[in-house]
């Protein structure tokens, strides 16, 4: 853009002057638009977001529930085949703890020796029969959401 100096403003144009610099700043921020956004764009946006936030929310946090559920009944399995393992070896020896299993070798004490919701599992030994309990969501033994 050429800039000229046209030399000292003549009395009386002192106004045109400014009216014709005002126009030429109108034309180029038309041109170019305004820069940045404004505080009702933005919350707009923020909005938009919070909004996928809670519909992904609300799709994924019953599928957590559901495979923390799996996992607990993957790890009852596992506690009550490493207790009938224990059994077979010590007939005598009565219902083990979760250590009684992994001093003995029969659980990996890198594996999580409790369910889900970190809560210990519960081993009732009664004859050939054993039952492993996990509380469930709630952390409650005798409860309806009880995992065995």
């Known amino acids: 853009?050429?800039?000229?100096?046209?030399?000292?403003?003549?009395?009386?144009h002192e106004r045109q002057d400014m009216t014709?610099?005002?126009r030429k700043l109108h034309r180029r921020i038309r041109r170019h638009g305004a820069e940045g956004m404004t505080l009702v764009e933005i919350m707009i946006v923020v909005?938009?977001?919070?909004?996928?936030?809670?519909?992904?929310?609300?799709a994924?946090?019953?599928q957590l529930e559901k495979s923390r559920i799996k996992d607990t009944e993957i790890g009852v399995q596992a506690v009550?085949?490493?207790?009938?393992?224990?059994l077979a070896e010590n007939p005598a020896g009565g219902c083990p703890s979760i250590d009684d299993l992994i001093e003995g070798g029969y659980l990996d004490e890198d594996k999580s020796t409790t369910d889900a919701w970190e809560g210990d599992f519960?081993?009732?030994c009664a004859g050939t029969r054993?039952?492993?309990?996990s509380a469930g969501p709630d952390k409650q033994f005798g409860t309806e959401d009880d995992i065995q």
Request: aromatic share 4%.
């Open 1 to 12: 853009m050429k800039h000229t100096n046209h030399g000292p403003v003549k009395p009386g």
């Open 20 to 22: 014709t610099n005002y």
């Open 47 to 58: 909005i938009i977001m919070a909004l996928i936030a809670t519909a992904v929310g609300v």
């Open 60 to 62: 994924v946090l019953p």
């Open 80 to 86: 009550r085949g490493a207790t009938t393992m224990f």
């Open 122 to 124: 519960d081993i009732e």
């Open 130 to 133: 054993i039952t492993v309990t």
